[in-house]
């Protein structure tokens, strides 16, 4: 939670416990370069000293982006695919503040956009838990969620 890594094919990246956070991952199919954040929170503007770039969408994807780029990824190339930003639990209330799964989802999906970064795919919403785990070999991304079949994306 709140960390990324890089990895070269044949690696695999996994994340466990995607509620409202927001797995996004980015690969580059022509190097075989992966990489995947775990954020928890949409914007990091909205935070005084923080130091864990990881944690928010937009300073976790532009790391993720840097750290490819060191290991071979061409930022020209890289796709995404997303999971998770689930509302876990059900409020009363219509506050904003409570929506955050649905919050750090539009902040991924704004921000990859800005970027210029495709997303071919994503398995986000909904009121339900999941683990994912991206092969740097094909591009797939495996999603489990308990009492669920498991999903590839």
């Known amino acids: 939670m709140a960390d990324l890594n890089v990895c070269a094919s044949p690696s695999i ?5 995607l509620g409202s956070c927001v797995g996004i991952v980015l690969y580059d199919p022509f190097k075989k370069v992966g990489g995947l954040a775990h954020i928890m929170l949409p914007d990091s503007t909205q935070i005084k000293n923080n130091s864990n770039l990881a944690k928010f969408a937009d300073t976790g994807i532009n790391k993720l982006i840097n750290d490819m780029t ?11 695919k997303l999971a998770g930003g689930a509302q876990m639990f059900s409020f009363k209330s219509s ?3 409570m929506r955050i799964g649905d919050r750090n989802v539009e902040a991924s999906v704004k921000m990859l956009k800005k970027l210029g970064i495709k997303i071919l795919s994503q398995d986000t919403g ?3 838990g999941r683990t994912i785990e991206f ?15 498991i999903k590839i994306i």
């Open 95 to 97: 506050n904003d503040l």
């Open 13 to 17: 990246l996994t994340t466990l416990g």
């Open 135 to 149: 092969y740097t070999e094909n591009g797939d991304l495996l999603i489990k969620t308990i009492g669920k079949d």
């Open 70 to 80: 060191k290991i071979g990824a061409n930022k020209n190339r890289l796709v995404a």
């Open 126 to 128: 909904e009121n339900y």
